[in-house]
């Protein structure tokens, strides 16, 4: 990401997401992320890991839910077990960290920034709660 | 009607500056076509490799004052006791003689067995300067030359841009692709079977090649998604740049890298099934660019999905085997050829903008920056009429110029025209 | 059902209905002052401050506001 995207997505992040935001291991290629926490109408607070290509905005960021770890389904399975799931709109876990999907690849373009991702991540996640309410699958709230 | 002999008249000029009283005879390699009586000579290996099966060759350029008989004879004795201590048989061979009478050479060929010789017919493939002389007064010729065209993507877009372009006399080319010809990409590429399990971009270099030798192609089998700087590179070098890639993330890169180096970039796709297609000329802070357009909606129709890879790059992971079978609709080559002409018209109009050649007029017509070819009434064109006998409302088999304005939003020429 | 939980059913009926393309007279939209997501009566949205952002389209682009 070059330093005037930087710039913008520092910008929309601390208006949106202000001190629940922080970018890591920005001159690293191979591991430079978005620490986000986003917080469910729950109260349940969730942490997000954004893993941007070398390409960003070019390619699609790729989105892990840190905290907490190893997040299971209403049955009590692993949900990194059961990715991907078309149900849950996972894709490949990394360890017991899912990926949420966000945005189907043929979707994304270079103005979505990635306040739109965490946000998008934000509705992943309520719709997860309310699966664990009503034991209705992702796939009911969120189109495939 | 004599066997044809064609002889590269750059290659012969070549040897007859070599020629000394000492050394007039020089051997090279023919390729014929069996049975049709066509031969095709080489002074030296050439850039693509020939059609046809070789036999032996030879050039000859008799001191002056000698004639042409002695000379073919004892050329041909020569052969044979060449072969013979080589331990070949002597079947047959094209010798060549080329007399300097008059201030010129006068060309003069024949095929030359054991028991027999057969007079030819010798033809020059003409020198660079006549090669593309018929595009004159339509094209500036010379000013094409000179150009030079960035392809990313050699598939069934990116081969067809690229020897059309060629023809029209464009004299430079940048390929980048890392796939290879494999057997279901025949039906649309230009490659042929035996080139199957080359690179893509060495196949088409050779097509280049064999329709205008005089090209300078430089191909690069990368991945330009995780070669981004050499992507820049090739951009900055380019007059023009053509992404006809399948999947957006290279085509982002695309846009990106044009937009930032300042140079055109055409854009261009079938969408599923081919049922139509659009073209996008992106040029640099006077129209929109590829994420203006993706933005406003206007690029998410979906595009054709012409192979398994290409669906799973495009779809969720978690999507079934037989969901992204089924994701895989091509269209024919006939329903990809309207889409690369006219991304060879818009080239064309770009290479020759500030030129006083005939494309001016092509220039006032395409002023849109993006176009929709309907191909077919099939999936968002299914309810348009039918063409039948009108040709005042729309149809299928036509372009339509969309009208489209920057993004004033845009994150990416926004940011890259302003920086 | 304790006020979070009807939070959370009542965000998950409007995504639901979303996702059915059922046409509601609600939307979507995340209030940075809370960092919440919240369920708006669509009637109520110029009362609400110009930073919050309406989340509708969720298959495709997701957002209304631009970028």
Known sequence: MDSTRYRIEKTILEQNFSRRSAFVDRYNPETFSLRVGLKCSSGQAYQLRIRIPPDYPNSIPRAYVMTPADLRDRAGQSLAQRSPSHDMHLLSPDGNQIQLCHYKPANWHPNVTLYKVALKCLVWLEAYENHMLTGKPIDHFLHS | MHPLVYADESQVQALFRQVSPRRWRFKGVAYEWRGEGVFHVFARTPAVAPSGYPLGCFFAFPPEGSQPEPTEARVVQEVRAELGSAGMPFRQAVLSVFHWRNGSLAPHACLCAPDRKVACDLRYVPAHSELYSRSRGLLEVEALERKRVVIVGLGSFGSQIAIELAKAGVGRFDLLDFDRLELANLARHTGRIQDLGRFKTRVVRDAILSKNPFCEVRTFEVDINRRLPLLRQRCAGADLVISVTDDNASRFNVNHFALQTGRTALFGRAITRAAGGDVLRARPGAGPCLSCLFGQGLLQTPAEVSTIEQARRDLPAYTAPDQLQATVQVGLSSDILPITNMMVKLALVALSEGTAAGMQSVAEDLVADFYLWVNRRDLIYRAWPRMEYFYNRNSILRWYGIRTQRDPACLVCGQLISG | ?67
């Open chain 3, 1 to 67: 059902m304790s006020t979070k939980n009807s939070k959370t059913a009542a965000l998950g009926e409007e995504l639901a209905s979303q996702n059915a393309g059922h046409v509601t007279e609600n939307t979507l939209q995340f209030d940075p002052r809370t960092g919440e997501l919240v369920v708006v009566n669509k009637q109520d949205l110029k009362a609400l401050d110009p930073d919050v952002t309406v989340v509708d389209q969720i298959a495709t682009d997701g957002f209304a506001l631009p970028h």
